[in-house]
């Protein structure tokens, strides 16, 4: 039998060889000093060898009781060289049904069709909340108390719209491990409503008949004029603050009097396309003297390369003296919206001018050009409407007939 000395002192020779412990525990010596365990049995007639290891990250007393435990199983009719196989199998399946494995193949799965943004905030949220507690876990183990521990930690941070769609995103994972046959049920699905749910907030909006002393604070107040032209354009257009302050010159068409907005910049997703009104064309030729040449339309003051930041129109906003939550950017949508509708123009057109897609979104797809012109026709009487009452006239259409 060998000793540990003799192992440590195994001199190296020009070719491989082995020095014998006993019951087929073997040391092979390698000529660049690597040791390594081998057991040698037969098995169905066949002399077949097992690798316990190398030495000494397996100590002697390792290797010896490894030995016993393969001729333990060789007693019971067990190869033991087919069971290691088995069993690295069985780890392999068993790594590609873990949560995270399907988390993971669920990712890949939707990258097509996602914006990358996207697919970095799902990820985030994987990574940050939900892999941690369930990443390695099988995924045919999860028990619903698992999910909801997961959620309600993200609740617990009073982060209410994450925490729902954390579930969602749990929910989504589980189908697809039912759909690939790696859990029979979906512990996530059983636990919809179970977040706390905040009343909405509604972004703050001006009635109408304020509008006009906004526009005259806003002359007054100093602000620059590309945070100036933002906001009058985005009142104009009824437009998202972040299109309006990201826009670009090559998405204007200056002769038709049209903006068409890329999908990557929209909520939405799809291209938007906003008719000009003559007030809304004054605000970009304006801009054109004030750009510099570069691509967008409102570059910040001081990152000409960058667009304006939603915190530089709510400056001008309290700087114009309104109090926070009295006035957002946003909510001249809002504005818009109720005026117009108040008014009867057609709700449907109102709707495609807020860029607000159908339940049918293949079929909104190819109707970005959908009431197009009648959209053209509410956005002049909209900038007319704003004229008229700053001039003191207070112009205000009558009011629509309902059709017959």
């Known amino acids: 039998m060998l000793t540990v000395p003799q192992i440590k ?28 365990w081998r057991f040698r049995y037969r098995y169905a007639g066949k002399e077949q060898m097992l690798s316990l290891g190398a030495w000494p990250d397996v100590s002697l007393a390792e290797a010896r009781q490894l030995r016993d435990e393969a001729r333990a199983r060789l007693r ?36 097509g069709s996602w914006r990358p943004s996207h697919t970095t905030r799902v990820q985030s949220q994987l990574d940050r909340d939900i892999l941690p507690a369930l ?44 759909r690939s046959l790696r ?10 409503g179970v977040i706390k749910t905040r009343r909405v907030k509604h972004h703050a909006a001006l009635p109408f008949d304020q509008v006009p002393d906004y526009l005259d604070s806003l002359e007054k107040v100093g602000a620059g004029p590309e945070a100036r032209g933002a906001m009058e354009l985005l009142i104009l257009t009824a437009a998202r603050s972040g ?3 990201g826009m670009r010159w090559p998405e204007v068409d200056m002769r038709a009097d049209l903006w068409r907005i890329p999908g990557e910049r929209t909520k939405t997703g799809m291209e938007h396309l906003v008719p000009l009104s003559r007030q809304a064309m004054a605000v970009l030729e304006r801009a054109q003297s004030l750009s510099g040449g570069g691509e967008l339309v409102f570059p910040s003051p001081s990152k000409p390369k960058e667009p304006l930041t939603a915190n530089a129109l709510l400056m001008i906003v309290r700087r114009m003296g309104y109090q926070p939550g009295e006035v957002t950017p946003h909510g001249f949508r809002a504005t818009f919206s109720t005026t117009m509708n108040e008014l009867g123009h057609n709700p449907d057109v109102i709707e495609r001018v807020l860029a607000h897609v159908p339940a049918d979104k293949i079929r909104a797809a ?16 909209w900038a007319d409407m704003i004229d008229g009452n700053r001039s003191g006239a207070n112009v205000v259409p009558l009011r629509r007939r309902a059709k017959a």
């Open 9 to 36: 002192n195994a001199p190296l020779k020009a070719k491989p060889y082995k020095k014998a412990d006993g019951l087929g525990l073997t040391l092979l010596v390698q000529p660049d000093g690597g040791k390594f």
């Open 76 to 111: 019971t009719g067990v190869n033991p060289a087919s069971l290691r196989k088995q069993v690295k199998a069985q780890a392999v399946v068993a790594a590609a049904n873990t949560f995270r494995a399907v988390a993971a193949e669920w990712i890949e799965l939707h990258r």
């Open 135 to 178: 990443g390695d876990r099988p995924i045919g183990e999860i028990s619903p108390h698992e999910v909801l521990v997961v959620a309600k930690q993200v609740e617990a941070r009073d982060a209410l719209d994450q925490a729902k769609r954390c579930l969602q995103r749990m929910t989504a994972i589980f189908a697809l491990g039912v």
């Open 183 to 192: 859990c029979d049920s979906n512990p996530a699905r059983e636990l919809a």
């Open 243 to 245: 299109e309006v302050r």
């Open 366 to 381: 190819y109707h970005r050009a959908q009431y197009l012109e009648e959209r053209r026709v509410l956005l002049q009487t």
